[in-house]
């Protein structure tokens, strides 16, 4: 009797555990086809169906937003170009779609298609940051005011017919090439300038002179139309600013000679040039538009206009080998 009892109970008790082992795993699986199911809802998934390989879906998710990643998912698809764009270095997700208007797909356009090795990147990822896959002053925004001394000002940023900075000084006469000029810039350029000034005089003796300053967009707009009603609108664009559009107006903005020579195609070939290009900023003031970046600033190479930015940011400009254009798009937009 007692025997058959225990016997009883130990099958009761294995069967008790039989079934426990066979819930968990019942449980597993479902937990394992749920995790499977929502996974299919992802955009991981939805961009792995496209056709991208694992690797080119880890440098996707490296650079890319979910709402990034879903707009390649629904919108553009597979898309041979886009990796290359993404593995550039200044790549940004708020540009893929004018990045890939650049490029040609074989689909649509057989006679223009180039292939993917055919194109430079880097270059065409720089082209549309600084807004130049559009004509100069097309697209063009009003500027950032919100970004201090770091706000920028070019064929596709203008600042309002108004505005004035309102802590301009009057630029003293010995820091003037003709002490006739009125020059006016803002109080902590000017304090930056004099510091820089004091530096050239005790290291180079070299005496810094300042041709320009802060102008209106009144002024610009006379100088402007002065030149288009001469020689017509595409001279004038060549040579002038826009009004809105001069980073002379910010008040930050400085045309620098020497006493030696204030002559605008000789500066770049002075000892003080030199030093301002390797020094200024130290004193929160960058080369504006350099040798060979037109394309990208918008304006020939002026060796003598410098725009302050502030010491930390200038640094920041001067190390990076940026443009201010490409650095404003990249890091401060
Ligand atoms: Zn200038």
Redesign the pocket.
């Known amino acids: 009797m007692k025997k058959r009892k225990k016997r009883r109970l130990k099958t009761s008790v294995k069967l008790f555990f039989l079934i426990l082992i066979v819930a968990f795993i019942g449980i597993h699986i479902t937990k394992v086809k749920y995790e499977e199911y929502l996974y299919t809802k992802t955009s991981d998934y939805a961009i792995t169906n496209l056709g991208y390989t694992a690797e080119e879906l880890n440098l996707l998710n490296s650079k890319l937003s979910d709402n990034d990643k879903w707009h390649v998912a629904n919108d553009i698809g597979y898309n041979e170009f886009l990796i290359n764009f993404v593995k550039c270095k200044y790549f940004l997700a708020r540009n893929i779609d004018a990045y890939l208007s650049l490029t040609v797909d074989k689909d649509e356009d057989f006679w223009h298609y180039k292939k993917p090795e055919d194109y430079n990147y880097d270059e065409l990822v720089t082209k549309v940051n600084v807004m130049r896959h559009n004509e100069y002053y097309t697209n063009s925004v009003p500027t950032n005011m919100s970004k201090g001394y770091g706000i920028i000002a070019n064929k596709y940023h203008y600042l309002g017919e108004d505005y004035i900075p309102d802590d301009l000084v009057k630029v003293e006469g010995k820091y003037l090439f003709s002490s006739s000029n009125n020059i006016q810039i803002r109080s902590e350029v000017y304090a930056a300038f004099e510091e820089m000034w004091k530096a050239a005089k005790e290291e180079e003796n070299h005496y810094l002179v300042i041709e320009?300053g802060f102008r209106t967009y009144k002024y610009q707009k006379d100088i402007y139309d002065d030149y288009a009603k001469k020689r017509g609108a595409s001279y004038a664009d060549s040579i002038a600013a826009r009004p809105g559009y001069s980073?002379?107006q910010t008040g930050l903005?400085?045309?620098i000679y020497s006493w030696s020579c204030s002559t605008a195609n000789e500066f770049k070939n002075t000892k003080v040039y030199e030093w301002l290009i390797n020094n200024s900023y130290k004193y929160g003031f960058i080369l504006r538009y350099p040798e060979n970046k037109q394309n990208i600033t918008g304006y020939n190479f002026?060796s003598?206009?410098y725009r302050y930015v502030g010491k930390d940011l200038a640094t920041k400009v001067h190390d990076s080998g940026l443009t201010y254009d490409e650095y404003y798009a990249f890091y401060l937009e």
Do not use: C, F
Request: avoid cysteine; proline fraction near 0%; aromatic fraction near 12%.
């Open positions: 320009s980073e002379h903005a400085l045309d002026e003598w206009h």
